[in-house]
């Protein structure tokens, strides 16, 4: 099992739809939470850290379910320039600061 | 502020060479960390180095090291390369080490032929 499961998409949707990606992780000792977006043979950007009361950032809002291991992204008002893979990522301090990354889902928003 | 910056952007080597890759944090920013990106995957974590000692390392073969430096900067040597270390090599700086939020550079797109 991957330490971190996304669903790879794509997703394409229309401007102005809400869209929703969710992610799993493995190790209950994970501490930290991250959504990374990485445009086309560009860097990961980070989007925003997920706290476990939920943390929202203009359109973006992000959950985190610690007992299920769960953490989603919810995208409302869609732009085009919201195109772009997201990362899931997770890390725990045993693991030195190492991020586990997600392998990415890929979002299409069109006209 | 500059951001991450990394060198060179691009590189291509053959096989059995050796490549050193160079990474400056952002100002103030103590810990560095080395990622390896294929395509269609995520990074994958090679090594975390704070305040000059190594603090994580990854799955990766011995062939791979780092270093860093008093000024914070790091090094990433990989020895004998193979076609499958082909990848996008990516260095991201924290405040400290621990759970902090992490930003990375562009990149150094590696080939091997």
């Known amino acids: 099992r991957k330490e971190v499961e996304q669903d790879p998409g794509p997703f394409n949707v229309p401007e102005g739809a809400t869209v929703a990606f969710n992610c799993t992780y493995s190790?209950?000792?994970?501490?930290?939470f991250f959504w990374y977006r990485q445009d086309c043979r560009k860097e990961p950007k980070l989007l925003m850290s997920v706290y476990s009361s939920g943390n929202e950032d203009g359109r973006f809002t992000a959950q985190l379910n610690r007992a299920s291991q769960y953490i989603s992204l919810l995208i409302r008002d869609s732009k085009l320039s919201d195109s772009a893979t997201y990362l899931c990522v997770v890390s725990f301090t045993g693991g030195g600061n190492k991020l586990t990354f997600g392998t990415g889902t890929q979002l299409k928003v069109e006209l | 502020d500059a951001g991450v910056t990394q060198s060179p952007t691009h590189l291509i080597k053959t096989r059995g060479q050796h490549v050193t890759l160079r990474c400056s944090p952002i100002s103030g920013h103590k810990s560095v960390s080395w990622y390896q990106q294929v395509l269609g995957q995520g990074p994958q974590f090679i090594f975390q180095?704070?305040?000059?000692?190594?603090?994580g390392r990854g799955n990766f073969p011995d062939r791979f090291s780092a270093r860093q430096f008093p000024n914070y900067s790091s090094e990433l040597n990989v020895n004998a390369l193979l076609l499958g270390d082909s990848a996008l090599y990516l260095c991201?700086?924290?405040?400290?080490?621990?759970?902090?939020?992490?930003?990375f550079g562009p990149g150094t797109r590696l080939t091997v032929t």
């Open positions: 991201a700086s924290s405040l400290v080490g621990g759970d902090y939020e992490q930003y």
């Open positions: 180095y704070y305040e000059k000692e190594e603090r």
């Open positions: 190790n209950s000792a994970s501490q930290s």
